[in-house]
């Protein structure tokens, strides 16, 4: 949503203003899509807001228990100087006001929330609006946070930063495989074996001695899954995420296979193996974490055997050339999320640049689900999912808290790729070997 400049501003003696201290006024338009929705805005002395909300009251704007739940929230969550008050004069009732840099001790006590999983970063402003006849809030973090990474070394902070801070949320509410699509569900209830191991078949995984390479492992639970069932594959899983590394080997260790699966800490655009050293790798919704797609298809083919085969399900974007509105709210979700979500053609460009011989690559949307993942945002009660969609307001569960955005519906849908490294001849390899060394003798 794009917010346009300050169309006007100045001060006035408004009758609230007892102290004879001029507020500052503003107006603001945003706009979503070609719809203008205005805000009356005012800076004010905190001490000042009860005196506004009565005044708004008594003008017929508020009702008197609306007023009097923002202003008893407002006191509580002790605020500094001053405070932003905006309304929408066009719907009667909407009254939010701004806290700059409020007090986390204090808002974990005034929201009862667990505000950890926003890590040590700064608030810049608290918001408190009333929802539903509930005071709800939203944080705000440093605008710079938001704005796409610019290098790869931003990014991967990013990417660490995300999974170091929200794994113990992540694996509270999603056990050891976190995937926002599951393939063909029995079920609303989130359970993952299941499409990890359709997933594992679709891949042409067989039980058989062979090494299988898994780019952003996560907790390890779809290498433990595969291995369960496949007792002579042997799985190293890679992730950027210390904290996520030390839970995957932890859920390694209970599951006793710790003999046949290794956890490594390496950024997959830069892989510590060994040339042609695994017979198979896999990516299940890993590879949008990706700054450089081409960097991480080179890695897979170097570290691949001849004739071994790569096999992604991924989440992709529609189209690179997305309208506004579509282009904001995959901006949003990959912000929240710390991805950079490619086209399914960037994916498959990636890998025939790296000298895959692509063999698939397509739509699977209509076989995924992301159900389960999404009711996994709201505290529902069991056998009560409908409530979701009758017009009310569940709460949102910890997980929901740091990843819900109502932003409707997102240019994305799930595709599958499998590629295969070619197999080298006689004639191919000998060829590599003098060009290699005739360039090492140049």
Same mark, same amino acid.
């Given at each position: 949503m794009r917010r346009k400049p300050t169309l006007g501003s100045g001060t006035c003696s408004h009758p609230c203003s007892r102290s004879g201290q001029p507020y500052v006024w503003g107006l603001v338009v945003k706009w979503d899509g070609d719809v203008p929705h205005p805000r009356i805005s005012v800076r004010l002395p905190s001490k000042r807001v009860a005196r506004v909300l009565a005044d708004l009251t008594s003008a017929g704007f508020l009702s008197a228990d609306h007023a009097r739940k923002l202003r008893d929230t407002f006191v509580a969550a002790k605020p500094g100087t001053d405070a932003y008050l905006s309304v929408d004069p066009g719907t009667p009732g909407a009254v939010a006001i701004d806290l700059p840099s409020p007090d986390r001790d204090v808002l974990t006590t005034? *929201?009862?929330? /667990?505000? /950890?999983?926003? !890590? @040590? !970063? @700064?608030?810049?402003?608290?918001?408190?609006?009333?929802? !539903? !006849?509930? =005071?709800?809030?939203?944080?705000?973090? =440093?605008?710079?946070?938001?704005? =796409?990474?610019? /290098?790869?070394? *931003?990014h991967t902070r990013r990417v660490r930063r995300y999974y170091d801070e929200l794994t113990p949320v992540i694996a509270e509410t999603f056990g050891a495989t976190y995937q926002a699509g599951l393939y063909e569900p029995a079920s609303e209830q989130y359970e993952a074996k299941p499409s990890t191991l359709a997933l594992a078949r679709r891949a042409g995984i067989e039980d058989a001695d062979i090494e299988i390479l898994d780019l952003g492992c996560g907790l390890a639970g779809p290498a433990i899954d595969i291995a369960e069932a496949h007792p002579r594959v042997r799985i190293t899983g890679v992730n950027l995420s210390e904290t996520q590394v030390e839970r995957a080997r932890h859920n390694v260790e209970q599951a006793g296979l710790a003999d046949r699966i290794d956890v490594v800490q390496a950024d997959f655009h830069a892989l510590p193996f060994a040339d042609d050293q695994f017979d198979a790798v896999i990516a299940f919704e890993a590879l949008g974490y990706a700054y450089d797609l081409n960097e991480v298809a080179r890695e897979a083919f170097r570290v691949l055997k001849s004739g071994g085969t790569l096999y992604a399900k991924e989440l992709v974007k529609e189209s690179v050339d997305l309208n506004t509105t579509a282009a904001e709210n995959l901006s949003a979700h990959d912000r929240t999320y710390a991805m950079r979500t490619p086209t399914l053609a960037e994916h498959r460009v990636a890998l025939e640049r790296a000298g895959f011989d692509v063999v698939q690559a397509h739509s699977i949307d209509d076989a995924v689900s992301t159900e389960p993942y999404q009711l996994a945002m709201f505290d529902l009660p069991d056998g009560n999912t409908p409530s979701l969609f009758a017009g009310r307001n569940p709460t949102l569960t910890a997980f929901g808290r740091t990843h819900f955005n109502d932003h409707g519906e997102l240019p994305l849908f799930f595709a599958e790729l499998l590629a295969r490294k070619p197999v080298a001849t006689q004639h191919a390899v000998a060829a590599g070997v003098r060009l290699r060394g005739n360039r090492g003798s140049s």
């Open positions: 005034v *929201t009862g929330a /667990d505000l /950890d999983w926003l !890590g @040590q !970063g @700064q608030i810049s402003f608290a918001k408190l609006r009333l929802h !539903g !006849g509930a =005071p709800a809030w939203s944080l705000y973090r =440093p605008a710079v946070e938001a704005l =796409p990474a610019r /290098d790869k070394a *931003t």
